[in-house]
């Protein structure tokens, strides 16, 4: 089933709604874990759009999927064996409402995180709609594109960070020249004899400069 939705702004990766209807006193402490990953993300996409509108990203026995449209950024939590095509159609339903919301100023202008609580009425209404996937309704979108290729793409959650730092670190390191020295003078056992013989050559070289200035000064 969808457990949790979040449409966010993939200028800033503010987000600007979430589904309020998905609460489970036993399984709370997951659900913020998986809720901050979701925002966590969403930031990581802000910083790095991403190449494909469609993507799936797996963690533990979840997936997050996310729909790309207009700067806008629909993502569901879902568990792995949720039909993913299906669930494709419930970020499109998700879009199309929110395309009709009316609101486009206060989407581009506002500041405050979670501030469309009227839309999150609507994500939780439609949600519902989605949660068995053996009703007619549903049935009919899984048989409509059976077969149709589902162009997503699919990550792991830590590839997909790593990737992420990968390219922030290229990118700073072509910004500063600075970054761009050798990763060996960055290495921790360069550093450890820097720790170790800097004081020393310090006190060879005051030595050198005192004796200097003795021979000098008695000649």
């Known amino acids: 089933m969808v457990k949790l939705t979040i449409v966010g702004r993939v200028e800033d990766g503010l987000p600007l709604a979430q589904d309020q209807t998905y609460v489970n006193?036993?399984?709370n402490a997951s659900f913020l874990f998986y809720k901050q990953q979701a925002e966590l993300l969403l930031k990581q996409i802000s910083k790095d759009p991403l190449?494909?509108?469609k993507m799936s990203i797996l963690?533990?026995?979840h997936s997050f999927h996310f729909l790309v449209e207009k700067n806008i950024c629909y993502i569901a939590l879902s568990d792995s064996s949720y039909p993913r095509k299906l669930l494709f159609h419930y970020l499109?339903?998700?879009r199309k409402e929110l395309d009709n919301f009316g609101e486009t100023a206060l989407i581009q202008t506002t500041s405050k995180p979670y501030s469309f609580v009227r839309f999150s009425k609507i994500i939780g209404r439609i949600r519902k709609q989605y949660m068995d996937t053996r009703t007619q309704a549903n049935l009919s979108k899984l048989n409509a594109s059976r077969k149709q290729e589902l162009d997503v793409v699919t990550e792991h959650l830590n590839d997909f960070m790593q990737r992420r730092q990968l390219s922030e670190t290229?990118?700073?390191s072509s910004l500063d020249p600075r970054m761009s020295?050798?990763?060996i003078w960055c290495s921790?056992?360069?550093q450890d004899i820097a720790l170790k013989w800097t004081p020393v050559t310090i006190i060879i070289l005051v030595i050198l400069v005192?004796?200097?200035s003795s021979f000098d000064y008695d000649r």
Do not use: A, M
Request: hydrophobic fraction near 35%; charged fraction near 25%; avoid cysteine.
């Open 25 to 27: 006193q036993q399984d």
């Open 51 to 53: 190449l494909h509108p």
């Open 59 to 61: 963690l533990d026995h």
């Open 92 to 94: 499109q339903d998700l």
């Open 170 to 172: 290229s990118e700073i």
């Open 181 to 183: 020295v050798s990763t």
């Open 188 to 190: 921790r056992y360069l």
């Open 210 to 212: 005192i004796f200097k």
